[in-house]
Structure formats: structure tokens, C-alpha cells
């Protein structure tokens, strides 16, 4: 009865909410219970709030048990990555440098979930603050993959996925700023979108690389994506970077035709380092498209091979600005070893961030010095032009865009990668990023075990499209199972 | 061109952090092999191109500027690790050896 209320989607357990087959703290009951039980095995969780999820789910169970009006996540059990504040609760980026930090707000996706009804359960695991493709930089610990547990679960948003894969909750945010949303869903074999730049706002979101951030949902399926993309959406006056692009309802784009829509596969995202056998999976599902009548058009992204490099100049820059903020003295960790200001600041600083952290502000940190400003960090803004033209150049004879998500499947935790192993790991991601496209994936098949998706990058605030064709695709694939844990 | 100790110890002077001996021939070794990958950028021409620094084409719009709630000072500085009084204390700024 647990493990099946469990498999549900979130749209399902909505379903049962409203129709009072179930109540929210029944359900939200359940999930405390797996995962107080089974969280020791993957590592999604780095904190629970569950006397105030069980107190807001019998607020809402009274809601709809008096007849009133509730929003469209009523009841249902979801979790926010540990780099979002909410009110009264921890929330580190998974980094020592915050610890016992609470929110004194709620990020507007925390509002906006929970003025929908949904019941946050608890921050989940992360790299430290959103700098890796494995969650294994994170002070909390590693997480694993549900998968196969000796393995990564990718990351940033190593936490959100595996929450969603272990079945622990029905919805997880994750934030995506070179692929941290995507390359874990795809690792973990689940549904995640990176909207468009400026589609869901960031206050509240602790800041990576600003001209790059995004967040948005993984789930178990499009529909449950689409469903937590209706309630986040939209233009906020807290963060400026915000659009006013009107939302549609984006459960309208699902379980349409395709046909005749012009599907673009671009020459450069087949390179050597491919994994074969995700090769494959990426031509099968091609094959599977073109049996639903869409149109497949060979398309050329020629600065693809750029994107990497441009990444590591612009991110680490915006880094090493934006964590600046954390001295020591307005919040979070600060030594006692210091004599004077100087000291406070550095040894703060150097006691509480990681080495990947440290190793990108000194990157961002030096590209923007004088006498390198421009050899680096111009350059990169020049070519991040061109790598955007060359979507723009596409989009103008297609519709969406199809790729792999990552070179290889998951790697062991005990592989030992180089820093530049490791940045190429988001190769084909990057590039929606650097252009501020969204980007869906979806779990296409799998290989030894281990699961393996599909990316379809779409025009600027054509989710909708994307959010279409993913659904497709999920009907002709054909149901996908979760692993048991 | 790879980076010095002397100028990876700048650096890290920039960036308020401190490291042991051992960890800045590490960074030294690492920065270096991330910055000859980067320097591939250097392939590309773009002399004819312009830097783009915003990825959004809407403009930020003028708001009226009137008082909202917001944060009281209690609120805001509830995460300080060290306060009295409504005010932060850190170490004497001024007047100090330096």
C-alpha cells in the first residue's frame, strides 16, 4: 500500500487529495517515513522539516475537508534544493560556510509552492553552491544514485534527482547553471527542465553565476513537470532579470500530435567522447519521432566546441563576485583565529568554502585582474555571441533541437577525475546556458542498468514545445520503472 | 602563459582565501591546466564581434519609488555570528598596526 501510494506521480496524489481518498498528512506521513527509514541509503536529504510539513498538511487537508478553494499542488509531498531559502528553515548550498544558516524569507518559488499547497519536505543535497556534476563536493557528503549506489547521482542537483528516483517525494526543484538540473535527471532517470532565462524567478536563490541561473522542476514525468512549471512561472519584482512573457498553461502542450514538427539534430553533439550505446539510444529515439511524423533536419552549431571554455571563463567570473558577499560577518561561518579585518575575512572564507569553490573564485577572480579582463572574460562574452547566434541562426528552420544530455552514464563515486574531466561531463548542456535557452529532458533507455535521457533544447520561451514533444516521446518509449531501494 | 607561485599568491590575495604551501602548488597546477584549455577561445575570431552581456532582450523597466515592507533590522541581522545591540561587531578596523 506505502510503496504503491508512493509511485504515484504528483498529479496523481493530487487527484486523490482533492477527491479525499487520501488526506495530505497521510500521505505526507509516508514520505517521512521512507524516508527516515531508506534516506540513509542515497543521501537526497540534508534536512527534514517535518513537524511544519505535517502542521501546512493538515492545514490543507481542513482546507478541502471545509469545501474551500486550494491551489493546484494541494497536499502534495515536494522538496527545494539546499541552495533556496525558506523561512525558519536551513538552507546551506551545501557549503560549510552556512552552516546553521535559517532563512529569514521565502525564496518566491517557496512562496509560490506553498501558496499552491504543496508540502515542502525538506532541502535536498547539492554540490557546494551548485559547482560540480556529482554532488560530491557538497560539506554534507555524497549522494547516491538510486540507480546503482556506487555511483553519482550528477549534480548540482544530485539530491533533487535521486528524491525523485527513490520515489521520496512527487516534485523537486533543482537550479541549472551549466547543466545541474539536466545532466542529474538524465543520470538518474528522471524528467527535468531548465527554463528559459528570466522564466522562474531567482529570489531567493543563493547566486552561482547570475547571467546563467535558472530553476525549475524534476519529476517523474512531463505532465508532473508541466504541472510545477504552471505554479512557478512568471515576472517578479525581486528578481530584474525576470520576464514578463506570458505563461500559458503548459498541461495544454501535452498529448498532442507532432507531426510536421521540425526536429534539428546538430552534427556537433556527436563527438568522439560519445558513449556509443547512449549514441544509440540518442538515433533510436530519433527513429521513434520520425514515426510520430516529425521532420528531422541535420542542422550546424559550429561554435558548440567553445561553449566549455567560454563557460569556465563567465561562471567563475559571475562566481567570484557573487561570493564575495560571504565575509564572515553578516552571516554564516566566521573564525576565531582572526587578529584584524583582514584576517576575519580570508580565514572565514578559506576555513569555510571547499576546494572546487575556492578553485573557481581564483578563476573568476583572475579573468576579471587587470590585464586579463579583456583576454579572458571579453573574449568569452564575444564568443558566448556567437555561440548564441548560432541558435538563433537554427531556430529560424526548426523547432526544437535534439542531443544527448551527457557523454557518459554515471560515473563511480570512486572514479578519480580531474577538474577538467569533470567540466567536460557538461558539454552538451552548457550551451542553453550560455544562450539562455530552455531545455527538457526525458529518460530515453537504458544502458548496463543504468539510465540514460534525451535533451530537446527549444526557442526562448517555448517550454510549451518542448514540454509537447517530451511528451510524445514519453508515450512511444513506452512506461519507465524506478529503481527499488 | 602559466601562472607563477607570485601570481597564483595574488590571486588568492584578491580573493580573501589562504592556503598551506602544499595546496598552492596544487591550485598552481590545476589553474594552469584550466587555463590552457581556455586559451582555445583564442581560435575563435572575433574581431568583428560585440561582447554579449545581457542574455535577456526585454529592458529593465523604471518603477515608482515608494516605501514597501520589508525586512525589519532584527530580522536582517538574526544570522550574524556576532552582533550586540543592533550593530555587528568585527575586529578594530581603524588605527590597527597595518
Same mark, same amino acid.
Given at each position: ?485 | 602563459?602559466?601562472? !607563477?607561485?607570485? =601570481?597564483? &599568491?595574488?590571486?588568492?590575495? %584578491?580573493?580573501?582565501?589562504? @592556503?598551506?604551501?602544499?595546496? *598552492? ?21 572575433? !574581431?568583428?564581434? =560585440?561582447? &554579449?552581456?545581457?542574455?535577456? %532582450?526585454?529592458?529593465?523597466? @523604471?518603477?515608482?519609488?515608494? *516605501? ?31
Amino acid at each position: 500500500m506505502i510503496k504503491n501510494l508512493l509511485k504515484l506521480t504528483a498529479f496523481e496524489i493530487r487527484e486523490k487529495i482533492i477527491r479525499k481518498e487520501i488526506t495530505s498528512e497521510e500521505i505526507t506521513t509516508l514520505v517521512f517515513e521512507n524516508i527516515e527509514k531508506k534516506d540513509s541509503i542515497v543521501g537526497s536529504f540534508v534536512n527534514l522539516r517535518k513537524e511544519k510539513a505535517l502542521f501546512e498538511a493538515r492545514a490543507i487537508d481542513k482546507k478541502i475537508a471545509l469545501g474551500e478553494a486550494v491551489g493546484f499542488l494541494a497536499g502534495v509531498p515536494v522538496a527545494v534544493k539546499d541552495n533556496m531559502v525558506s523561512m525558519g528553515d536551513p538552507s546551506s548550498s551545501g557549503s560549510k560556510i552556512l552552516e546553521g544558516y535559517l532563512g529569514i524569507y521565502d525564496a518566491t518559488v517557496v512562496k509560490k509552492l506553498k501558496e499552491a499547497g504543496a508540502i515542502i519536505i525538506g532541502k535536498t543535497n547539492m554540490d557546494e553552491f551548485a559547482m560540480g556534476s556529482s554532488t560530491m563536493t557538497s560539506c554534507y557528503g555524497m549522494t547516491k544514485n538510486p540507480w546503482d549506489l556506487e555511483r553519482v547521482p550528477g549534480g548540482s542537483s544530485g539530491g533533487a534527482a535521486s528524491s525523485i528516483a527513490a520515489q521520496q517525494v512527487f516534485l523537486s526543484l533543482g537550479s541549472d547553471t551549466g547543466g545541474s538540473i539536466r545532466q542529474p535527471a538524465s543520470f538518474c532517470g528522471v524528467v527535468g527542465l531548465k527554463p528559459t532565462y528570466g522564466r522562474v524567478s531567482r529570489y531567493g536563490l543563493m547566486a552561482f553565476a547570475s547571467s546563467l541561473d535558472q530553476i525549475g522542476p524534476l519529476g517523474k514525468n512531463v505532465q508532473d513537470v508541466a504541472l510545477c512549471m504552471n505554479v512557478i512561472s512568471g515576472n517578479d519584482d525581486f528578481d530584474s532579470v525576470s520576464s514578463t512573457s506570458p505563461v500559458p498553461d503548459f498541461l495544454k502542450y501535452l498529448n498532442q500530435d507532432i507531426k510536421g514538427l521540425k526536429i534539428g539534430i546538430p552534427e556537433e553533439y556527436f563527438i568522439e567522447g560519445l558513449n556509443q550505446d547512449i549514441k544509440k539510444i540518442v538515433l533510436d529515439s530519433i527513429e521513434k519521432l520520425k514515426s510520430l511524423g516529425a521532420e528531422i533536419i541535420k542542422i550546424s552549431l559550429p561554435h558548440t566546441k567553445y561553449a566549455v571554455s567560454t563557460y569556465y571563463v563567465l561562471a567563475p567570473a559571475e562566481a567570484s563576485s557573487n561570493l564575495g558577499r560571504f565575509d564572515g560577518i553578516r552571516y554564516g561561518h566566521r573564525t576565531t583565529k582572526a587578529q584584524n579585518i583582514e584576517e576575519l575575512y580570508s580565514k572565514s572564507r578559506s576555513e569555510g568554502f571547499g576546494d572546487e569553490v575556492k578553485r573557481r573564485i581564483m578563476m573568476g577572480t583572475h579573468v576579471l585582474s587587470a590585464g586579463f579582463f579583456d583576454a579572458y572574460f571579453k573574449k568569452a562574452q564575444k564568443v558566448r555571441a556567437l555561440i548564441k547566434k548560432d541558435f538563433d541562426v537554427a531556430f529560424e528552420k526548426i523547432d526544437i533541437i535534439l542531443t544527448p544530455v551527457s557523454p557518459t552514464t554515471a560515473f563511480k563515486l570512486s572514479d578519480e577525475k580531474t577538474p577538467i574531466e569533470l567540466y567536460l561531463e557538461d558539454i552538451f548542456t552548457i550551451p542553453a546556458n550560455i544562450a539562455g535557452l530552455p531545455g527538457l529532458v526525458v529518460p530515453a533507455g537504458l544502458i548496463n542498468g543504468l539510465p540514460v535521457g534525451i535533451q530537446f533544447l527549444g526557442k526562448y520561451f517555448e517550454e510549451g514545445t518542448l514540454l509537447k514533444v517530451g511528451s510524445a516521446f514519453e508515450k512511444i518509449r513506452g512506461e519507465w520503472i524506478f529503481p527499488k531501494i | 602563459m602559466a601562472l !607563477s607561485r607570485e =601570481e597564483v &599568491l595574488k590571486i588568492a590575495k %584578491l580573493s580573501r582565501l589562504e @592556503f598551506k604551501d602544499e595546496e *598552492i602548488e596544487r591550485f598552481q597546477e590545476d589553474l594552469n591546466n584550466i587555463f590552457v584549455y581556455i586559451d582555445e577561445l583564442n581560435q575563435v575570431d572575433t !574581431s568583428m564581434v =560585440e561582447p &554579449l552581456t545581457q542574455i535577456t %532582450l526585454e529592458t529593465s523597466d @523604471f518603477r515608482e519609488d515608494f *516605501i514597501k515592507k520589508s525586512l525589519t533590522q532584527e530580522e536582517s541581522m538574526k544570522n550574524s555570528p556576532n552582533q550586540a545591540e543592533g550593530m555587528l561587531i568585527v575586529p578594530k578596523v581603524v588605527g590597527g598596526e597595518d
